[in-house]
């Protein structure tokens, strides 16, 4: 059924599979992500800095370095319908919200712990930010007021709400999938869904399926409404860091400290590409409307000191 799909797939990748990097930083990038119009593409890094490039075809040119925290960015995310506003979240106890249009954060919320994961709601409405000792705390992004803090008992990895506002899901430190009702966040759902540490959570664009990474080296797919896993993804060795499906919602991309990021289609499982990498790889993002991949992980330069690049997959291999 898929099947002229996939070679469809791997032979545009055969076609486009050259890489670029781009220096972004003084030190390890944590996190890149793309704006919704697809024009810009930021990253955090632990040099406590956030820069913003706009892409020209297949390059990246970088806009602005965006100084203000005083400890490593650890995660960033664009607001899901206005290209200008993004949202970073730091150790140093703060979220930045950031209006590229000028060259300071517009504003600051200070939070009771180091921030680790930070997501915007689907509506825009709401900004949720998790920390070290797992604590959420959900900030109002239209007057930037706490409105709720959530502190839970399990380790609390990344987060992010369905499609359409009413549930929020939560990965756990002992291998579940906590599903919580929005606003009022009550347990509706416990999945077991790993052996172990689940680590990282992504909605398919159609909002029907989510995706789950593991310490356990799968990638778990899951639909919505029947909550059953319908797919795994095992070709990876070591603990699934980052996921990220593209535009279409036909592929998902996944890395690990395994050096390659794997490209799989999404309703077979098979794999469509491999994209090699020099060091393990924290942080993916897909281009939300090209085949054309962001990622960025622990690589060294030739004196053995963190790079602070930012590659690109999907470049015409004649370019």
């Known amino acids: ?161 369905n499609h359409s506002n009413d549930m929020f899901f939560l990965t756990n430190g002992i291998g579940c999938i906590n599903i919580l009702s929005y606003p009022d966040l009550k347990q509706l759902h416990v999945l077991n869904a790993h052996a172990s540490n689940c680590i990282c959570i992504k909605f398919h664009p159609s909002g029907k399926y989510f995706a789950t990474g593991s310490a356990d080296a799968l990638v778990s797919l899951w639909d919505v409404d029947e909550l059953v896993c319908i797919r795994t993804f095992s070709r990876l060795d070591w603990p699934i860091r980052a996921m990220s499906f593209n535009h279409d919602g036909k592929l998902i991309a996944s890395s690990s400290e395994d050096l390659v990021v794997d490209i799989a289609h999404v309703e077979t499982g098979e794999k469509i590409a491999e994209v090699p990498c020099q060091a393990p790889t924290f942080t993916v993002a897909w281009h939300p409307t090209k085949n054309l991949l962001a990622f960025a992980g622990e690589d060294k330069d030739k004196h053995e000191r963190d790079a602070g690049t930012v590659w690109l997959f999907g470049i015409p291999s004649s370019s």
């Open 1 to 161: 059924m898929f099947r002229e799909e996939i070679e469809n797939l791997r032979s545009y990748f055969e076609a486009n599979k050259r890489k670029k990097d781009f220096i972004a930083h003084q030190s390890k990038v944590h996190s890149v992500d793309w704006s919704c119009d697809g024009q810009k593409l930021a990253s955090g890094s632990y040099d406590k800095t956030v820069s913003v490039f706009t892409l020209d075809k297949d390059r990246l040119s970088k806009d602005s370095t965006y100084k203000g925290h005083n400890d490593s960015v650890d995660q960033l995310c664009w607001h899901p319908t206005d290209p200008q506003l993004l949202v970073t979240a730091s150790i140093d106890k703060t979220i930045r919200i950031w209006d590229i249009r000028t060259s300071k954060s517009t504003h600051t919320v200070t939070t009771r712990g180091e921030n680790i994961n930070i997501k915007w709601s689907p509506n825009g409405n709401t900004i949720a930010v998790g920390n070290k000792e797992d604590l959420l705390t959900f900030v109002d992004s239209r007057t930037y007021k706490i409105i709720n803090e959530e502190q839970f008992k399990y380790e609390v990895n990344e987060m992010t709400w």
